[in-house]
């Protein structure tokens, strides 16, 4: 299924159509959840495939042998992706699932269900930067002409898999409405793997003994993870992600948006983040804690509290 100049449009929302049909994203909206089932549910380049790596990790109790030896995609299937039913017919044991979809594409197949909902999200504008990368390796996806054109393009919800804005706002706001569900940053992870794994661990109900969390912090490091094969995409032939234009696994920061942003683009997407989230309560770290004011590329940051 190569299909790299698909695009499957989705009640209004744009997947690639190498991963994605029509009939792979009707079974996902249908999908029948099992109470023992754990989701994890990200916007694209969120931290998805670290969750993944540690959910696999705290089941094996902290042991690499799954995560060294099978990939992601294939431990973690993501639900609307074409593969999913014979990865999971493949499989046994309680499920780790993976979706990119927003709520409402979801909602009914959640309703009464009791699988555990893990929404993982990113300060949106590492998110977008570590998407533009990715839009360059990943062939599935339309090569993004100019940063300025792709930052427009993520303003306005215009990339695959739709707004970011909506993805954060409505699987949160519904959170309510889903049994069993847990928020975690990309940013908490990252200034606190132990805490957030502990955290993760307690709402799967999956103790861990302290040689358990200290392996699980070993192996789903950035640089461990940057090296292991099952989850950095080097399996998928070079046709579909160039690892020449950019790794997967790129540089795994907090606040690397401001080697790439201008002031003025800066202030742009402060513009419209503030008017988008003015009715979400939703705070983010937007920069690596020391973080120093001027970008590396000499461009002054207005280091400005987002509200
Ligand atoms: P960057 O492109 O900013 O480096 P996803 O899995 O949702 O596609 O997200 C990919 C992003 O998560 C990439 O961000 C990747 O480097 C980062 N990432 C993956 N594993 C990580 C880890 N162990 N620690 C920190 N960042 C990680």
Redesign the pocket.
Known sequence: MARLDVTETFHGIMFPGHLHTQDSLSYATDFKFQDTDTLIV?Y???????MQ?IVTLMRCKGHPETSKAKPNWARAPWIEQHYCPDVLSASQGPRLLTTHLPYQLLANALHGSKAKVLYLARNPK?VL??YY??HKMAKFLSASESFPGFLSAFLNGKLHYGSWFDHVKDWTSNSKNIQNFLYVT?EE??MDLPRSVQKVSQFLVCPLLEEELTNIQKV???NS?KENSM?NYTLISQDIMDHSKSR??????IG?WVNTFSMEQNRKFDDVYASKMADSSLTFVWYKPGQETFSKSGMEIDIKPLT
């Open positions: 990200t694209p380049k969120s931290g998805t495939t670290w790596e590492d930067v570590s990368h990715f990309y992870m990252w789903c490091s950035f993870m989850v997967f696994m790129r540089k795994g920061e690397d």
